[in-house]
């Protein structure tokens, strides 16, 4: 289930930021699901998850930015899922530990407005400090 490394295909730089994320299955829309962003670009996400969707599976994300600020909702699909073994006894098994999202047909305001909500956030750092100012000190 696991595909390929996707470093070589990436065309936008990815940010780490840690954001809250809703996602919902297209086929299963009463099923909704939220986690965390470990890191995004113009052209995706990494979502920390153990929900394992197939490659290929599409989903609807909404993310808020802040109390009272409009939902950014954005489409995509799922490029690669990675998992980790688990032991259970004497037997090891793998579980998800994530999923790459790929955006599809999303409109260009909505990815304005996520980037610019990730820049502001890696600027700030992960607890809301200002890692320029920190920098500067």
Do not use: W
Request: with cysteine; glycine share 10%.
């Amino acid at each position: 289930m696991t595909g390929g490394s996707g470093a070589e295909r990436r065309r936008s730089p990815r940010l780490p930021v840690e954001l809250h994320i809703e996602f919902r299955h297209l086929g299963r829309p009463s099923e909704t699901y939220a986690d965390i962003c470990r890191n995004l670009s113009a052209g995706g996400v990494f979502l920390d998850t153990t929900v394992g969707l197939e490659l290929g599976t599409e989903v609807d994300l909404e993310i808020t930015p802040g109390a009272g600020s409009k939902p950014i909702k954005m489409r995509a699909e799922v490029v690669r899922v990675e998992e980790e073994p688990v032991s259970t006894g004497s037997k090891v098994t793998t579980r998800t530990r994530g999923m790459a999202l790929r955006f599809l047909d999303s409109d260009a305001n909505e990815i304005s407005r996520l980037l610019t909500l990730a820049n502001q956030m890696h600027s700030e750092g992960s607890d809301g400090t200002d890692v320029r100012r920190e920098r500067r000190s």
